[in-house]
């Protein structure tokens, strides 16, 4: 998932929303949200590709415009990857798909109290990132 790396802006029904990945060290990826409502922040949000085993889990954990974690403290939410293709990345409530050389889609499935309520899609687009060769590898 080295491709994902960057600076990207997307769209969500509320707001913008901006997604910066490092690139990844030691088996991680890291990243860092922050979704905008019209007036205010609506949530930030950390996660991490991991490597398990021979694997990938997203580890992510939200947080309050006044960082209060929406999880307990020591909690987190781990989206074990169920599968993959050459486009996408298929993590339990998360999919992740590459859309073009600067651009992928997040789908979101939301879920409460153990139901299925909806699915989010967010679009992204890349603001920045790390040079890029014809083919879309880094250079």
Sequence with gaps: MAWI??????????????H???SPRFGQLPGFVRA?????LALYEIGVFVEIGNSLTLRVKHFTPELAGWEAQAAYIDRPLVD???TSFYFDGATFSRTGPDSFTVYFLN????????????????????????DGAPS
Excluded: C, K, Y
Excluded at 122 to 132: K, Q, V, W
């Design 5 to 18: 790396e960057g600076h990207w802006i997307g769209d969500m029904p509320d707001g913008p929303v901006e």
């Design 84 to 86: 993959r293709d050459s």
């Design 36 to 40: 905008l409502a019209p007036q205010n």
């Design 111 to 134: 879920r409460s109290d153990g139901q299925e309520r909806e699915t989010l899609v967010i679009p992204f687009r890349r603001t920045s990132g790390p040079a890029r060769r014809s």
């Design 20 to 22: 910066v990945l490092l």
